[in-house]
């Protein structure tokens, strides 16, 4: 009977045993899950950056193409200086193209 009792008394050491085991599983699976969808979200808001970053180049490229294009066609008029001469429009002309370059 004292065996019995033994046995009995490890038996339930081993139910305890088991039970904070289970629990403890289910602790790290939660807390597994928990990472994956924060990981998840953090991945997701990563791209996001990515595509925002690459569309903001992209921006930028087409941006400095028009002011490139401005700029050259600005170049080419101060160098054309619409025909300027020195003859007696030559005035006239000056004061237009000092108005298209903006100055």
Same mark, same amino acid.
């Given at each position: 009977?004292?065996?019995?009792?033994?046995?009995?008394? %490890?038996?339930?050491?081993?139910?305890?045993? %088991?039970?904070?085991?289970?629990?403890?599983?289910?602790?790290?699976?939660?807390?597994?899950?928990?990472?994956?969808?924060?990981?998840?979200?953090?991945?997701?808001?990563?791209?996001?950056?990515?595509?925002?970053?690459?569309?903001?180049?992209?921006?930028?490229? %087409?941006?400095?193409?028009?002011?490139?294009?401005?700029?050259?066609?600005?170049?080419?008029?101060? %160098?054309?200086?619409?025909?300027?001469?020195?003859?007696?429009?030559?005035?006239?002309?000056?004061?237009?193209?000092?108005?298209?370059?903006?100055?």
């Amino acid at each position: 009977e004292e065996t019995k009792k033994s046995m009995e008394r %490890k038996f339930g050491i081993v139910k305890e045993l %088991k039970a904070d085991f289970v629990a403890t599983e289910k602790e790290l699976k939660t807390t597994i899950g928990e990472l994956e969808n924060r990981y998840g979200v953090e991945t997701q808001l990563k791209a996001q950056l990515v595509e925002t970053k690459e569309e903001l180049g992209s921006t930028k490229k %087409k941006l400095d193409k028009s002011f490139g294009i401005v700029r050259s066609l600005k170049a080419k008029l101060s %160098k054309k200086k619409l025909g300027m001469g020195r003859g007696p429009n030559a005035r006239a002309k000056k004061g237009k193209l000092n108005q298209i370059n903006g100055r």
